[in-house]
């Protein structure tokens, strides 16, 4: 069974559009997060929920936004697409907040042309 | 704010060679750090995980130690194989978890 997982794998979409991406864990956790890897691997955290409370919301363009309708769910909504915005993201989740073990999704690579 | 260095980013070694990778981190103030490997294409694999307390972790062939004074942590794979070729990332984590660029590894036949 997959711990966590996300849907679509690939998404392919013109500037100005409005996407989401879906990310579901089993594990049980209380923690989900949000990862964005660019063109050049480096991986950077965006967000971060635990039991539906945004805890870390680092400088990412508001057109970006999360939303967690359970524990089990972060999703993430992203409007007005831009061609930086192509990038591979992945979704995470642990026990807890501060110093818990990450499991990681299998990334949704975003294409914007 | 956490920054994370990996050296080297590449290393290219034959089989069955011994390597050493390393990370540094500049804030020691650390829950624990989190090594992991990503095929290309791929997700993330976490391969070790170290708490703040300890010094080391093993698990198979792969050893990671952790000196959080001096903000240091190794990856040692013993007895490489091609199956091991991959990018290794570090991890270390306080409120968030801060990647490295990781080190791009390939074990030649």
């Known amino acids: 069974d997959t711990a966590v997982s996300q849907t679509p794998k690939y998404l392919v979409t013109q500037m100005g559009n409005d996407k989401s991406i879906k990310c579901e864990q089993n594990?049980?956790?209380?923690?989900m997060y949000w990862y964005k890897q660019d063109s050049k691997k480096f991986l950077k955290i965006m967000f971060s929920y635990n039991n539906k409370e945004l805890i870390i919301n680092e400088t990412v363009p508001n057109r970006f936004s999360p939303k967690s309708p359970d524990k089990a769910h972060l999703n993430l909504h992203i409007n007005s697409l831009e061609l930086g915005d192509s990038a591979v993201y992945f979704c995470a989740s642990s026990r807890g907040q501060g110093g818990y073990e990450q499991y990681f999704g299998p990334g949704t690579r975003l294409t914007v042309t | 704010k956490q920054e994370v260095t990996q050296i080297p980013a590449a290393l290219s070694v034959p089989e069955g060679e011994n390597l050493v990778l390393n990370c540094s981190f500049t804030?020691?103030?650390?829950?624990?750090l989190q090594w992991f490997r990503q095929d290309p294409g791929k997700g993330l694999t976490s391969l070790l995980l170290?708490?703040?307390?300890?010094r080391e972790q093993t698990s198979g062939r792969l050893n990671a130690s952790l000196d959080k004074s001096s903000g240091r942590s190794t990856l040692y794979i013993a007895a490489s194989q091609p199956g091991d070729s991959a990018t290794y990332l570090c991890?270390?984590?306080?409120?968030?978890?801060?990647f490295g660029a990781g080190t791009r590894l390939t074990v030649k036949p």
């Open positions: 594990l049980g956790h209380d923690t």
């Open positions: 804030d020691s103030a650390i829950y624990n």
């Open positions: 170290i708490q703040s307390s300890q």
């Open positions: 991890a270390p984590s306080n409120n968030d978890m801060r």
